[in-house]
């Protein structure tokens, strides 16, 4: 069994914390500044970059170094990807609706509100996800089979993530298609190309880690990203946000739900379709 230098990393873990809590003052601040507290959307990528880059630095000497430079790239590139599309999308625009909803019944400071329901929990499943990464970063053993199975899903997981994002803002970006459905591209075949993409992308990022004892034992963190995706925050908010429009019932029919798969026909079946446009997410 590889060595882990269980100390050194044990004496990261404070200054990763350090990290992300003031990327999460600067952002309230902004957030207060601009009266729009979804800004944090648009940091909840970064977070997971300054975290590998703190964990890459303070596990010089200690673990493997194809693995750290292999984790700190995927992570940057991920990370900085995810930040530039929510910015550029939000950018310019008004208080997300999730948002109004959610802090239109605070008691009191509206910003302190903000701060305990919305910063401090992100903060912490941040924390709690990324040791994935922060464990990776002090892992002692060579690369093997296994970290590279992780890298092959991370790119599959990108891919989906990228351009399903690509294609919805194509389609939104059409007037024409206002209130109807996606249902082409990546959306044909799942509801949720990003969700989907963003879980194998952080599916990948444990195979990176396991490869090495003890990434093995990160496992909850993948497992808590991939719950908020497809059981709480992320699929079922927008689907609920969906549910009114035209022609989504029949979308929800005939489409899977998150795992890709060829579309179903109306008797059950799956087959794969050649119709007009149409999806979902705001």
Do not use: C
Not at 29 to 54: C, E, K, M, P, Y
Not at 89 to 103: F, I, K, Q, S, T
Not at 181 to 188: A, D, I
Not at 253 to 279: I, K, M, N, V, Y
């Amino acid at each position: 069994m590889p060595y882990f230098p269980i100390g050194t990393f044990l004496a990261s873990l404070p200054w990763v914390a350090v990290g992300l809590v003031l990327l999460l003052v600067l952002t309230f601040a902004i957030a207060v500044r601009q009266n729009r507290h979804s800004v944090i959307d648009t940091v909840w990528g970064l977070g997971f970059v300054v975290v590998a880059a703190i964990s890459w630095l303070l596990s010089d000497g200690h673990g493997d170094g194809g693995r750290r430079l292999l984790l700190l790239a995927l992570v940057a590139v991920w990370g900085i990807r995810l930040a530039l599309h929510i910015g550029v999308r939000a950018r310019g625009g008004h208080e997300d609706p999730r948002y109004v909803d959610m802090l239109s019944s605070a008691p009191g400071s509206r910003n302190i509100y903000a701060l305990r329901k919305v910063y401090l929990p992100q903060g912490v499943i941040l924390f709690f996800v990324s040791l994935t990464i922060q464990v990776g970063m002090f892992s002692t053993g060579s690369l093997g089979w296994l970290a590279w199975l992780g890298v092959l899903l991370w790119i599959i997981g990108f891919v989906f993530e990228t351009v399903g994002d690509w294609q919805l803002g194509q389609f939104k970006a059409d007037p024409s298609r206002r209130g109807t459905v996606l249902n082409t591209g990546l959306w044909r075949y799942t509801r949720h190309p990003n969700y989907f993409g963003d879980a194998a992308v952080w599916t990948g990022f444990f195979l990176v880690a396991a490869d090495s004892w003890p990434g093995v034992l990160t496992v909850l963190s993948p497992v808590l990203m991939i719950w908020l995706l497809a059981g709480k925050s992320g699929k079922p908010l927008t689907e609920k946000a969906m549910s009114a429009r035209p022609g989504y019932k029949e979308y929800v029919e005939s489409t899977s739900g998150f795992l890709p798969l060829p579309p179903r026909r109306p008797g059950g079946s799956r087959h794969q379709p050649d119709g007009p446009a149409g999806r979902t997410l705001t």
